[in-house]
């Protein structure tokens, strides 16, 4: 990509930043999903976190093809085009919510989550390429606030409608006979049409802005011909500090999802009412807002990106040993401090992974973009741990994945081949 002029660096990373907000409202809102969904369509824990499954499989699913599709319709159409599956993910929540019906309300959040992979897929190299590799970090935090951001609101404005006398309805449903249970089931399942509409509305609005935008082009691929330490590569495998990134970038989807989506159902198991408990998602992405702006006012003057994820890394166990070995409002309050840990490993991982790759960038953004699938499984295996034990315990399942983005902080980044 030739040199932009500051004028026009600023104005995309405007448009991107709003399509980063997308990203944060539409991905959060699981999170007040999986208890309502638990409780409208009668799952235990493992079967309600399919939720997380079905939208994070797609990145894994759509990852190659979004970039088939990127290169065929370009950066402009293709992220209009992701918008607008997007939209009809969202309409499908419309049969899902009517027939109650469990597998459609997965079918919308897998088509959701397809779009959201070709904006993932376009958006993350784009953010990396403009500017220099050394701000690269800076660059994704400032995102990340656009992400953040919207994903407070998003459960709050979501919960706040589908999940309002949820307490009443989960102590009383259990007596009534079962044709009142059936009415007051579809009764909850239908809160969730109005808000879908409205997001599919807006999101087609999206669409039509960025298709008629000024937003520029992407050529990464030309500049990355010249780049030296490439040039005599061959695969995609070659480059093991790739590899290893993406593993555990798959890693750190997994324990940013389960430390967002997993709280309001902790918390109810700590005996906090759900009423108080559905802003407990809003707390972790608070504390993630916070690392962002650390992460934008010292990186890289006064930390390096590689520090930034060794201290993400240790602040994360140190915070998940304090939430596992107390109880009621502080054990939930080290869970959302999460959040907090977790902030700065994306913005991290991300340009340590994908430099020198070369003429190689765009696959192996694609591999990265499908190592979000992290979220899709590592939330299914804490469901199943908290159905069999409890899900307090069940958190014990992110400790390796802490220990394994440390050893990529102090060690993995740095393998080369020649």
């Known amino acids: 990509m030739a040199p932009a002029e500051p004028q026009s660096i600023k104005k995309s990373l405007i448009i991107i930043g709003l399509l980063f907000s997308v990203f944060g409202f539409v991905t959060w809102l699981s999170s007040v999903l999986i208890p309502y969904l638990k409780l409208a369509c009668e799952l235990n824990n493992s079967q309600a976190y399919m939720v ?82 050394k701000t690269a970090a800076k660059r994704i935090s400032i995102m990340g606030i656009c992400n953040g951001v919207a994903g407070i609101i998003a459960p709050i404005i979501l919960g706040s409608v589908i999940l309002n006398d949820t307490d009443a309805i989960s102590k009383n449903i259990e007596q009534l006979n079962p044709v009142a249970k059936i009415a007051e089931l579809n009764a909850l399942a239908h809160r969730v049409i109005l808000p879908y509409i409205i997001m599919a509305i807006i999101l087609l609005i999206l669409a039509l802005l960025v298709h008629y935008s000024g937003l520029p082009e992407v050529e990464d691929e030309k500049e990355a011909t010249d780049n030296t330490i490439a040039a005599n590569k061959k695969s995609i ?23 967002g989506n997993t709280i309001i159902d902790y918390g109810s198991y700590q005996g906090i009412p759900m009423v108080t408990a559905k802003f407990f998602t809003s707390m972790t992405l608070t504390a993630m807002l916070i690392g962002y702006l650390i992460g934008i006012i010292s990186m890289p003057k006064f930390l390096s990106q590689e520090k930034a994820l060794q201290y993400s890394a240790l602040a994360g166990i140190v ?82 994945c802490y220990l394994m983005i440390l050893y990529y902080s102090l060690r993995g980044y740095k393998i080369r081949t020649q």
């Open 52 to 133: 997380a499954f079905a939208l994070y499989i797609s990145y894994f699913v759509m990852a190659l093809p979004g970039g088939w599709i990127l290169k065929k319709t370009g950066f402009k159409k293709g992220i209009s085009l992701g918008l607008i599956i997007m939209s009809v993910g969202s309409l499908i929540f419309i049969p899902a919510a009517l027939s109650r019906t469990y597998s459609v309300f997965l079918t919308g959040l897998f088509v959701q989550g397809a779009g959201l992979s070709i904006l993932q897929t376009a958006s993350n190299p784009y953010v990396t390429i403009l500017g220099p590799q």
């Open 237 to 259: 495998f070659q480059f093991p500090h790739l590899l290893i990134g993406a593993f555990t970038l798959f890693l750190y989807v997994g324990v940013e999802v389960i430390s």
């Open 319 to 400: 915070f998940l040993l304090c939430a596992l070995f107390t109880s009621g409002y502080l054990s939930v309050l080290f869970i959302a401090l999460l959040g907090l840990a977790n902030a700065l490993m994306w913005p991290a991982i991300w340009p340590l992974a994908i430099s020198n790759l070369g003429r190689f960038t765009k696959i192996g953004s694609s591999l990265l973009i499908m190592s979000i699938c992290g979220g899709a499984l590592l939330p299914l295996a804490y469901g199943h741990f908290a159905d069999i034990s409890n899900p307090q315990k069940a958190y014990w399942i992110v400790a390796p």
